[in-house]
């Protein structure tokens, strides 16, 4: 089963910052939080990861609480080719460790 | 530099074939990881192959097995298929290197239908 929460949907207006929750309460002190997202029949597409700290790249950035039991993903001028659904996973980094995907959160981004 | 490619991206098949699907992982990656989507269940993982070996193994019946080759490249197979075996297949490749992470990159995945 996923071991995170995300709400099933959130809308938000083009140009305007996306700010996507994501709870993982029983995360353990070697998992990472991974955020992907699927666009419409296509393969899900890496956004970015971390452990503790936060992370910003050329796409988003990931805030980490400090306790770590909760993210949230930014797309800081969201695009209506950022409507999608967004997966936020936990796990660890060892091998052969898979991503398990819960139901994701669904982005409308509308003009 | 290219990204995972899936073939066929589309098949079509009756129940009680059999069916191969095939993904080339990105250059250098020696991981591979297969899912299979479907409306009802969602994303999940079938197993996954480093260095011709399978490393991981999701809940999915014997019927579903896979292998990868000397040059990364790994196939999947499904036996006696059934309607519920229609999904979206997708193939995952990651370059796995301790304390830098383990990020998959997906490819388009095929689309299989079975009737």
């Known amino acids: 089963d996923a071991k995170t929460t995300q709400p099933p949907s959130m809308d938000c207006a083009e140009g305007r910052a996306a700010n996507l929750p994501c709870n993982h309460s029983?995360?353990?002190?070697?998992?990472?939080v991974y955020w992907y997202r699927q666009i419409h029949s296509q393969g899900p597409q890496y956004i970015i990861h971390g452990l503790k700290n936060n992370e910003t790249n050329e796409m988003a950035s990931l805030i980490i609480t400090e306790d770590r039991k909760s993210s949230t993903l930014i797309l800081p001028h969201a695009t209506l080719r950022d409507t999608a659904v967004y997966y936020c996973i936990v796990r660890d980094n060892q091998a052969g460790t898979a991503l398990i995907f819960g139901k994701g959160t669904t982005l409308s981004v509308s003009s | 530099k290219a990204g995972v490619t899936q073939t066929p991206r589309y098949l079509i098949k009756t129940r009680g074939q059999q069916v191969t699907l095939s993904c080339s992982p990105i250059s250098g990656h020696r991981s591979v990881s297969w899912y299979q989507q479907t409306p009802g269940q969602g994303l999940q993982f079938l197993f996954e192959?480093?260095?011709?070996?399978?490393?991981n193994k999701g809940n999915f019946p014997g019927r579903f097995s896979g292998r990868q080759f000397s040059n990364s490249r790994s196939e999947m197979n499904v036996s006696t298929l059934e309607l519920g075996d229609s999904a979206l297949y997708l193939c995952?490749?990651?370059?796995?290197?301790?304390?830098?992470?383990?990020?998959?990159?997906f490819g388009a995945g095929t689309r299989l239908s079975v009737l």
């Open positions: 192959y480093f260095s011709e070996t399978q490393r």
């Open positions: 995952a490749s990651s370059l796995f290197q301790a304390g830098v992470g383990n990020i998959q990159y």
């Open positions: 029983t995360i353990s002190g070697n998992e990472y």
